[in-house]
């Protein structure tokens, strides 16, 4: 297994928000993270600046340069101008491109590729000639990763919020079949796999022991929710254990 832990802080920084303080420090607890052996953080920069502020996109550029060399800055989002205006700014590793609305709660589906068949392999293009690698953010379905790598993305990352929010053990099973499914088919044609939403300690295993070619897991809700107990140091140690990656 070669599956590696980033740490999406966002749910962290929606935290700090509720007051006009500078705590919790994303920048403090990224540093936690990172020197825990997490392989990189994530951050998902919305239009209104909910959780992730647009100051936020260059601090922890600098933590990950400066301080962790090596280790991986993922930056989500939806590929308008101003968003890609920052990644192009910011230079992170990897670019996921996600299909969500300028108000919308959480990431809850992928792409369609067919009504998005025109936009996105010039914002692909755009990225990876820059050096960033892209994911595009799918749904559980086989039929998904052909179609976005005819858009010349590099990985897709599998939308596991059914799975992961499954209530009892049937409809896991069966929600746990569609990623499987999904990846098995990312693997024959050749696209990396990620995958993220909703994933804990107690659900990752059986996925990442039934897909050897995922190579990174982008957790937030559950690791900060897991940190208010254990702390961010030993959470991290835990999730990791949790994907073999100890």
């Known amino acids: 297994m070669n599956c590696k832990l980033s740490v999406n802080v966002n749910a ?47 601090v922890l550029r600098n933590l990950i340069r400066n301080e962790f060399s090596g280790r991986e800055y993922n930056i ?20 996921t491109l996600v299909p969500d609305l300028p108000g919308q709660g959480t990431s809850d589906h992928g792409w369609n590729f067919v009504q998005s068949g025109n936009l996105l392999p010039p914002i692909v293009q755009r990225l990876k000639l820059q050096g960033m690698r892209v994911a595009l953010f799918v749904d559980p379905d086989p039929s998904q990763p052909a179609l976005a790598k005819v858009t010349g993305a590099d990985r897709i990352e599998i939308f596991t919020g059914p799975y992961g929010g499954a209530l009892n053990e049937a409809t896991m ?12 088919a990312a693997a024959k044609i050749g696209i990396d ?54």
């Open 12 to 58: 962290i920084a929606y935290l700090r928000n509720r007051r006009d303080v500078p705590w919790p420090s994303l920048e403090g607890l990224g540093r936690i993270a990172l020197q825990s052996g997490a392989v990189g953080l994530t951050i998902h920069p919305r239009p209104d600046e909910r959780h992730i502020r647009y100051a936020d996109v260059p």
């Open 173 to 184: 099973k069966i929600e746990l079949a569609k990623v499987i499914a999904t990846g098995k």
């Open 193 to 246: 796999l990620n995958a993220g939403h909703d994933l804990t300690r107690e659900n990752l295993p059986r996925l990442v022991e039934a897909l050897p070619n995922l190579k990174e897991v982008s957790i937030g809700h559950a690791i900060t929710a897991d940190a208010m107990t254990f702390g961010m140091a030993e959470t991290v140690r835990l999730f990791r254990e949790a994907i073999g990656d100890v």
């Open 76 to 95: 989500e989002g939806y590929p308008d101008e101003r968003f890609l205006e920052l990644c192009e700014e910011n230079k992170p590793d990897q670019v």
